[in-house]
């Protein structure tokens, strides 16, 4: 019987839920992508975009450590 690989879903995040899970505006949050400071959408439609919620929880986590001093990478 062959191995089988669990690959856990995917979640996207349109703007309004990253506006409010960290807490920046909308063009705090393009200024900041544009810079390499956050990161990317993801093209999701002619005329959408989306942010993968692991993404934004890493940036989150390491803006923290940044922030409180805390880092130990």
């Known amino acids: ?11 996207i ?3 309004p839920m990253v506006i ?6 909308r063009s705090t949050i393009y200024d900041m992508q544009s810079r390499g400071d ?5 093209k999701l ?9 692991t993404e ?3 940036w989150l986590a ?3 450590k940044t922030v409180r001093g805390t880092s130990n990478v």
């Open 1 to 11: 019987m062959a191995d089988t690989i669990s690959i856990p879903p995917v979640s």
């Open 56 to 58: 934004i929880s890493e």
């Open 45 to 53: 439609g002619t005329r959408s975009v989306g942010w993968i919620d």
């Open 62 to 64: 390491t803006r923290e």
């Open 20 to 25: 409010d899970r960290v807490g920046l505006s």
């Open 38 to 42: 956050f990161p990317s959408p993801i």
């Open 13 to 15: 995040l349109r703007l």
